[in-house]
């Protein structure tokens, strides 16, 4: 997983509540396992008319926002399903952040497993920083710091303390485990010397 500290990037305003992870990536791009390909058919029934062709008027069809990393979205984002294709497909399309005032639990979650930073803030804020990427102006999302700088205004936010380790060292579920690697083989160690009947094949 890559690990995020700093970002920046023109946000793209996806005004929509209660956007579920169907919208986010359909149902009939769950097949594979992979976490890569996934992009070109985030928001798909939105993106794409029934020909298959970009629909022009879609945010994210449209430059400079189809090259966002951050996105700003209505209040539950996320909803529905449980399916981690959907952060997957964000992260494929190049999105790692979104800004919403909630979220659905697991997805939430899902988002910090992946190297996705959502962060939560009040509707007011969402409206100011909405307003501001109409501009076409770069915004810079500072974790470490938990602030959002644009213009020469700054937004503060907060996230949980162990959640926020894990995306500025890059730290998956795998990899936390790996991290106590020492700890377990000793472990083992300690219990093969102790009940080594256990080890028995």
């Known amino acids: 997983m890559q690990k995020f ?11 929509i509540v209660n956007i579920d992870t169907d919208m986010i990536i359909p149902k009939q791009f769950l097949k594979t396992i992979k976490r890569t390909g996934l992009g070109k058919n985030l928001f798909f029934e939105m993106r794409y008319d029934d020909n298959g062709s970009e629909i022009k008027d879609f ?28 952060p997957w497909a964000l992260l494929d ?5 979104v800004i919403s005032s909630s979220y659905a639990d697991i997805f939430y979650n899902n988002c910090f497993k992946n190297g996705i930073l959502p962060i939560i803030l009040e509707e007011e804020k969402i409206k100011e920083l909405s307003e501001y990427s109409k501009r076409q102006k770069e915004i810079e999302i500072d974790l470490k710091e938990e602030k959002i700088v644009f213009g020469n205004n700054e937004i503060k936010f907060e996230i949980d303390a162990f ?4 995306l500025l060292e890059g730290l998956d579920d795998i990899a936390l485990s790996l991290e106590k690697s020492k700890k377990i083989a000793s472990f083992e160690t300690e219990l093969k010397n102790k009940k080594p009947w256990i080890f028995n094949d």
Do not use: Q, V
């Open 5 to 15: 500290k700093s970002l920046k990037s023109i946000p793209a305003y996806l005004p």
């Open 59 to 86: 945010t994210l069809n449209k430059l400079p926002y189809c090259k966002s990393k951050i996105l700003i979205a209505g209040k539950n984002f996320g909803c529905g399903s449980s399916r981690e294709h959907a």
């Open 93 to 97: 399309f190049g999105i790692t952040c």
């Open 163 to 166: 959640k926020k380790k894990c």
